[in-house]
């Protein structure tokens, strides 16, 4: 049942590529800036994943899980080397899948490439403890991989989020069953295949692109996958928690945002604003840490929905494939109408709009980068995560005022404060709900510091030495040195 074409991508199960699924089902794929066609997709369903797990099992029993971390480091580096090397035609394919631009693309492949180099070196903190409990009893402790793990990521990052979710698990020494969007499995599927070119064992790594509710569910329930990583909305991670409490199964779940941006009026201008448009139409808005909501601090309101919304006028949207191009398409025309439903909402709810607001003729599923001010944080716009190229701006008055609005929201993953007072900036660094706090800084996501969320956005955290313990279990291992026998019962 191999597939035959280029063009065609089958799953990648036990080492090996284009496999075709059990029932032969293929999805076809077009690129979302043209609507050209692009590929044909085997699609996984519940037997593949069946096949996927045993062959995660074996990997463990076998080659893989006898791999020493010096090993498994060297893997890893090899894995890096083989994506940096192969990063031209990466890009492309994520770029052509996704319809983002391929500056933002480049920029997530090169942190893809720092993750797998970080987990190479971070297997070194891999370690249990030891110390004397009494004067005849020793214990030690040690870190064992949690086993098989079902990783389910999301379409708007696939390159990016395979590697977030791969690094950490290969270097803990776990094996892997991964479920991209069915929309977007192609970069997961080439770096599959770039894994088993280095060296990785068959079936350390699977990958098993089909639907969520039916291929995802059943990773999810599948009593022999002993954890789930997932990244996704907040509604696909409730339901996967319930799917998951049957088998009493280990969960991060990195899930959905609506993450502020707070601007106070001593702010640095030349720098809060260009990193404010950044920090929102980055990615198109599809990103899970995009700061949809700009709080701006309401002597300077005026001023800065002004610049702001000229600022946001200027970028340059267009072809994906431009290394000029800033916003590139969003992921679907179905996505496109569904971003522009919550824009005509929040003018139905008072909300005003200062830039773009109308989808553009013509081919692709492009939207322009739309500002509404006049935004009150109870309207719909401001509590919903939209997922494009939409920013609410929001005035304040003072520094209490600025923290309630932004944890009134039932998400927590980033938050941005833009101040020339660096004792303001710590200050709300406690005060607010957020996974991550950037003080004067847009970035979010760095190899080595632990992301993740606060309240609805979920739990666990990933690019962190911490991200290693949620693929560990810990064994507390007791030894007697006592020359006497214990004989509890006095037998
Ligand atoms: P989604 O929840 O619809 O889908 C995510 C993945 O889950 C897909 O692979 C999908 O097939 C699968 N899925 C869907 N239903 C399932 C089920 N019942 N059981 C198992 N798997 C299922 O999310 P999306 O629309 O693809 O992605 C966008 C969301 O992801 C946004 O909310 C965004 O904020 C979030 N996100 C979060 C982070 C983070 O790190 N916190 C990063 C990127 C994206």
């Not at 009150?376 to 701006?393: K, L």
Request: net charge negative; proline share 7%.
């Amino acid at each position: 049942m191999a597939v035959a074409t280029e063009r065609e991508y089958g799953l990648f199960i036990n080492g090996e590529r284009n496999q075709g699924g059990a029932t032969g089902e293929t999805r076809e794929l077009s690129e979302p800036a043209s609507g050209e066609p692009l590929a044909r997709v085997a699609s996984a369903v519940e037997a593949d994943v069946d096949r996927a797990v045993e062959a995660a099992q074996a990997a463990l029993a076998g080659d893989w899980g006898k791999a020493p971390p010096t090993e498994r480091s060297r893997l890893l580096h090899a894995l890096a080397d083989a994506i940096q090397a192969n990063r031209k035609e990466l890009a492309e394919l994520e770029v052509r899948n996704v319809g983002k631009a391929i500056s933002s693309v480049k920029a997530e492949l090169a942190q893809g490439v720092e993750n797998f180099r970080f987990y190479a070196s971070a297997i070194g903190s891999i370690a249990g403890r030891s110390n004397p409990i009494g004067g005849s009893l020793l214990f030690y402790s040690l870190k064992e991989p949690v086993g098989v793990v079902g990783q389910i990521v999301p379409w708007n990052y696939p390159l990016m989020m395979t590697t977030w979710k791969l690094a950490p698990a290969l270097a803990a020494g776990c094996s892997v069953v991964l479920k991209p969007d069915s929309a977007t499995p192609l970069t997961a599927l080439r770096i599959a295949e770039l894994a088993t070119e280095v060296g990785f064992p068959s079936g350390a790594i699977n990958v098993v692109p089909g639907p969520g509710t039916t291929v995802g569910a059943h990773l999810v329930r599948h009593p022999r996958v002993d954890k789930i990583a997932f990244t996704g909305s907040t509604a696909t991670g409730g339901e996967i928690m319930r799917l998951a409490s049957d088998t009493i199964k280990r969960l991060t779940l990195e899930l959905g945002g609506k993450s502020p941006n707070i601007v106070f009026a001593d702010a640095n201008l030349e720098d809060a604003i260009p990193s404010s448009v950044w920090s929102i139409y980055y990615s198109a808005g599809q990103s899970c840490e995009a700061r949809s909501r700009v709080l701006v601090e309401a002597p300077l309101y005026d001023e800065f929905v002004s610049s702001f919304s000229e600022a946001a006028k200027r970028l340059r949207v267009g072809d994906p494939l431009e290394p000029e191009t800033q916003v590139g398409s969003l992921i679907s025309a179905e996505h496109r109408d569904k971003v522009h439903g919550f824009v005509e909402r929040g003018r139905a709810e008072g909300a005003e709009v200062v830039a773009g607001g109308e989808p553009p003729e013509g081919k692709g599923a492009f939207y322009p980068p739309t500002v509404l001010a006049n935004v009150d944080n109870r309207m719909t716009v401001a509590q919903e995560e939209i997922f494009g190229p939409v920013v609410t701006v929001i005035p304040f008055e003072d520094e209490k005022d600025a923290a309630r609005i932004a944890n009134d929201s039932r998400y927590g993953l980033m938050a941005t404060v833009w101040t020339s007072d660096p004792a303001r900036g710590h200050r709300l660094a406690r005060r607010l709900k957020a996974g991550t706090v950037g003080i004067n800084m847009p970035y979010t996501a760095f190899p080595g510091i632990p992301f993740g969320g606060y309240k609805q956005s979920g739990f666990g955290r990933e690019l962190g030495l911490e991200t290693l313990e949620l693929y560990l279990e810990t064994k507390s291992v007791l030894v007697s040195t006592s020359p006497k026998p214990f004989n509890p019962f006095g037998l």
